[in-house]
Nanobody, 126 residues
Framework: QVQLVESGGGLVQPGGSLTLSCAAS????????MAWFRQAPGKEREFVAA????????QYHESVRYRFIVSKDTAKKIMYLRMDSLKPEDTAVYYC???????????????????WGQGTQVTVSS
């Protein structure tokens, strides 16, 4: 089991930037993929971005491609989500998740991830 703690959420103006962090506690993450999902009020949780811990290959939802970057610090066991050019529609609770031995075709699937953080609120508003 992987324990996950998100941080870095807050209020930002449209066009602004924010970086989220997800600290993971586990003996090893080598076989894991980690991801960011988000849930806006009244909507279902949706995939944002994912990264494979061993190798670093990543995937993005089309709505955030070229604006968001997912990365990791392997030594610190922290995953990041750098968010630029933020829009009001990016407002949501952002969750990080971890799942073992995921293949590429499942990295966008919510039910592929076993462990979840508590979420951090991101609000984009003027």
């Amino acid at each position: 089991q992987v324990q996950l703690v998100e941080s870095g959420g807050g209020l930002v103006q449209p066009g602004g930037s924010l970086t989220l962090s997800c600290a993971a506690s586990a003996p090893t993450l080598n076989s894991y993929a980690m991801a960011w999902f988000r849930q806006a009020p009244g909507k279902e949780r949706e995939f944002v971005a994912a990264i494979r811990w061993n190798g670093g290959s990543s995937q993005y939802h089309e709505s955030v491609r070229y604006r968001f970057i997912v990365s990791k610090d392997t030594a610190k066991k922290i995953m990041y989500l750098r968010m630029d050019s933020l829009k009001p529609e990016d407002t949501a609770v952002y969750y990080c998740a971890a799942g073992p031995r995921l293949i590429a075709s499942t990295m966008r699937m919510e039910n592929a991830y076993h462990d979840w953080g508590q979420g951090t609120q991101v609000t984009v508003s003027s």
